[in-house]
């Protein structure tokens, strides 16, 4: 890889596309091949759209507290779904990813937006309604001691009672293995490196770092400490190191390979059987739409 091609800053998802396959984050670095091999898929295409109905819904300038009903949320995700109130670029560029997802399988469009609407009616049902967030999807970057330049999209940042900040990210997919805070905050880099993004930004301490669950009405997470963002500040600067100085970037077999969408320019990829593409079921939910 040219220096040219080297991140001027780095995200949470590149970090750990290398730490789990150098080969994965070298593809997914050149445009050209990115380009080629990754492909749309519905459960990327709905989790934007419930991104976007979010983001508007908790915005008090846009959806007042009062308004604030399943109803609206609803209304939100099925014009997100279409890209309505984007802009005209983004919308264009909605319509055309809808169309690469779905084509004309009418079917399974709407099979993956009863789901998207479960999502949310579940969330609804245990979400605080009267929270107006500190800042929502929004893009954050800062300057590690390193040099490193850290950055990333935050779902959602809430002011606490005590001045303190949270940090939420929105999950689509499925819990993980383990849900306890010790777990949750040794395995996960991206909430540690949004903490470390927000506390230097803003200089107001991070008392809570947030996985939310929409389709399991749960919350996981941690309370992050100096010690422990320290550590993790290693960890990235030694990750950043080994991606600065690798010349070779060579794949490295994991569990994700069946799934991986440079399986078939990957020298040990080419031997994998790719993962059986499943249908998934819309859970039976009494929703108004």
């Known amino acids: 890889m040219s220096a040219a091609a ?14 789990q396959c150098p080969l994965k984050y070298k593809c997914s670095r050149d445009p ?12 990327l295409y709905m989790g934007s759209a419930v991104h976007d109905a979010l983001e508007v819904f908790f915005d008090i300038q846009r959806v007042p507290v009062s308004a604030r009903t399943y109803d609206r949320l609803e209304n939100l995700l099925r014009r997100a779904w ?39 009616y579940r ?8 929270v107006v967030p500190f800042t929502a999807e929004q893009f954050h ?28 990210d929105y999950k689509t997919g499925k819990l993980p293995f383990k849900t ?23 200089g ?41 100085s690798d010349t070779e970037f060579a794949p490295k077999k994991n569990h994700l390979c069946p799934w991986c969408e440079y399986r078939e320019i990957c020298p040990i990829g080419k031997d994998i059987e790719p993962a059986e593409k499943k249908t998934d079921e819309v859970e039976d939910v009494d929703l108004p739409f």
């Open 82 to 120: 279409a890209g309505v109130d984007l802009s005209p670029w983004k919308r264009g560029q909605r319509e055309e990813e809808r169309k690469r997802v779905f084509g004309d399988d009418k079917e399974l469009e709407a099979s993956w937006g009863k789901k998207a609407l479960n999502l949310l």
């Open 32 to 43: 050209e091949i990115r380009d080629k091999y990754r492909q749309p898929s519905p459960q």
């Open 123 to 130: 969330y609804f049902l245990i979400a605080d309604k009267t």
């Open 180 to 202: 306890d805070d010790e777990s949750i905050a040794r395995e996960d880099l991206q909430l540690s490196m949004y903490a470390m993004v927000v506390m230097k930004k803003f």
């Open 6 to 19: 080297r991140p001027q800053k780095y995200f949470p998802t590149q970090l750990t596309t290398y730490q």
């Open 204 to 244: 107001v301490p991070v008392s809570r770092c947030s996985l939310v669950f929409l389709a399991h009405d749960e919350e996981v997470g941690f309370a992050p400490s100096m010690q422990m963002l320290g550590e993790k500040a290693k960890v990235i600067a030694d990750v950043v190191g080994q991606i600065e």
């Open 141 to 168: 970057e800062t300057r590690l001691e390193s040099g490193i330049l850290i950055a990333g999209k935050i779902d959602r940042i809430d002011k606490m009672d005590d001045g303190s900040l949270k940090v939420i």
